[in-house]
Each structure stands twice: as C-alpha cells, then as structure tokens.
C-alpha cells in the first residue's frame, strides 16, 4: 500500500515548457486534490475531483490542467510554464464521505523550477 | 470570501505547553482541520473538529467555537520534535475541497 505517489520529485523546466505532474494513489479514494505550496503563502488549492470524470476549479487554478479519467490518478498539467509557478505542489487525497470529516492523504511533493 | 488567520510563528521551550490559534471567516463550516508539516515534508493530519468543544489525542488538543469562528491546538509537554508547521484548515461545505490557512512555525528549543 504505496499511499498517495507523486513523480517527479524534482524538476526544472525553462519558461514555456509544458509538462505534467503525476499523481496516483491507491486506497481507492473518490476526493483528490492539488495543492502548490510557496513561502509565507500556505497552502493554496489549484483543482479537486469528487470522483473519475468530474473535476473542479480551486483558488489558482489559471495556468493549470487536469483530468480525471480513473479514480487512481490525478495529473496536472502545466501548459506553458512561467517563473510565478515555481513552488512546491501537493497531491492529496481522502475517502470521500460527503461529510466533510475525511482527513487528505498527502503525497510527498514535487519541487517545480522554472527558469 | 475566505480567510483563515494564524500566527506566523511562535517559540517555545522544551515541556512547556503552547497554544496555536486559528480564526476563521468562511461563507460555510463543515469542519476544521489541523495538520502539521515537518519542513520538507508533506502535512500530516492532527485533528479534526466540527462540533463546539475540545477533542483531545494525548499531547495534542484541539478546540473548535463555531460561533467565534475560531480554533486552538494547545500542545502539551513539548518536545524537540514538535518543532514543524501547523496548519489550520477549514471544509466550508461538503463536497468541495479545504481551504488552508497560511500555517504557524513553532520552534522548541532546549
């Protein structure tokens, strides 16, 4: 049981690139989110999905993409890198109540750079 | 609109007790979370509060007011390795996601 997995743990991309973050777990959640993580900033919320097939938008989601088509995975997709999204993104995911009361299962990050 | 407010850091000393608040103002409230962060780590869950009252887990408690909008963690005989991020988080309504304060950085010194 590997939990929420996030690849790649590092990369550095030059302005423009596209690329995508992947993330997959495997407890058979409905919820799962990203989150990008930047100094004195907190934890800021970029899309969720409720379940395969719905997605929804957060507080940043401008510049990002992501679908999901399994209830195991999750990807984000940058379309054109910019410096301003240089930070640390967070997958995560919990069993999905509909209460509320489901604590998110996070994944280990991926330290994104661009030049 | 949101917002969730903490402070951004606190010092504290080994065996001593802290209390980390969190004050809210969201348009819902379906629950407040606490999570702690080492640094360089993912978050990790603490607590959950949605009813008025304390909720504790042996050195870790966390207290919800709804109708103050507010919230404490209170930690009890601190050691070294509480030293992390604590962040406070708030689900405004079922079925969307938890919005994140920015997280208070307690330091615990010898």
């Known amino acids: 049981n590997a939990g929420v997995t996030q690849t790649p743990k590092f990369q550095v991309l030059k302005t423009g690139q596209s690329m995508t973050l992947q993330c997959a777990q495997d407890?058979?959640?409905?919820?799962m989110s990203w989150y990008r993580q930047d100094p004195g900033m907190g934890l800021r919320l970029i899309h969720y999905?409720?379940?395969?097939?719905?997605?929804d938008q957060g507080e940043v989601p401008n510049g990002y993409n992501v679908s999901r088509s399994t209830t195991e995975d999750f990807p984000l997709r940058l379309l054109s890198a910019a410096p301003s999204q240089t930070s640390v993104y967070f997958c995560a995911s919990s069993p999905w109540s509909g209460q509320g009361n489901s604590p998110l299962h996070f994944g280990n990050g991926t330290r994104l750079t661009v030049t | 609109g949101q917002n969730i407010d903490q402070p951004t850091e606190m010092t504290a000393t080994e065996g001593a007790i802290v209390q980390i608040n969190c004050t809210y103002q969201t348009s819902g409230f379906n629950g407040l979370f606490w999570y702690q962060q080492h640094a360089g780590e993912a978050p990790t869950f603490l607590s959950y509060n949605v009813l008025d009252g304390l909720e504790e887990k042996g050195r870790f408690s966390s207290f919800l007011s709804r109708s103050k909008g507010y919230s404490y963690l209170l930690l009890k005989e601190l050691q070294m390795k509480d030293s992390a991020s604590y962040l406070c988080?708030?689900?405004?309504?079922?079925?969307?996601?938890?919005?994140f304060g920015k997280g208070t950085t307690l330091s615990v010194s010898s």
């Open positions: 988080a708030v689900n405004e309504e079922a079925g969307t996601a938890l919005i």
């Open positions: 999905s409720v379940g395969a097939g719905i997605t």
């Open positions: 407890m058979n959640h409905e919820y």
